[in-house]
C-alpha cells in the first residue's frame, strides 16, 4: 500500500496535479503497470480533442450495455476512429521518424533507464 501510494503521489505531484500516470519526458506515452500507451496528438485544437473524447467516452459507454453483436462491432468501430483521430493509434503523430513504443513494456524499451528511475526510492 505504501509503495502504491508513493507511486500516485509521484504521479500526481512530480509530472502535474491532473495526471495519474507518468508521462515520458518526450510527452508521447504514459506508463500503467510499466506498460507505455500512446498519448494524443498534443497539436489537436482543444475543441477538436474535445469533441473526439467525447465520442470515444460515448461510444464505450455504450459498449456496457446490452448491444446486439453488429451495435457492438459498430460500437468498437466508433472507438478505434476516436482513437486513430486523436492519434492514440495508427500513424504515430510525431515527425522526427522515431519508432511507436505503444503498448510495450517500459522496461523493453529506449525509456527503459527513465523508467527504472522512476521506481528508485519506492
Known sequence: MVKRRKL??????AVSSDVRYPHTPDGRYFVVRGR?????DPSLPTAR??????????????LRGSASPEARATLRADVDEAKR?????GPVWW???APDYNRK???NTPYAEWFAALNKGI
Do not use: P
Not at 500516485?8 to 505531484?13: G, I, K, Q, R, V
Not at 483521430?85 to 493509434?89: Q, T
Open 105 to 107: 513494456l517500459a522496461r
Open 95 to 97: 515527425q522526427d521518424g
Open 8 to 13: 500516485l503521489e509521484w504521479a500526481t505531484d
Open 36 to 40: 507505455l500507451w500512446r498519448l494524443a
Open 49 to 62: 480533442k474535445d469533441a473526439l473524447v467525447s465520442a470515444l467516452m460515448n461510444a464505450r459507454r455504450a
Open 85 to 89: 483521430a486523436l492519434g492514440e493509434r
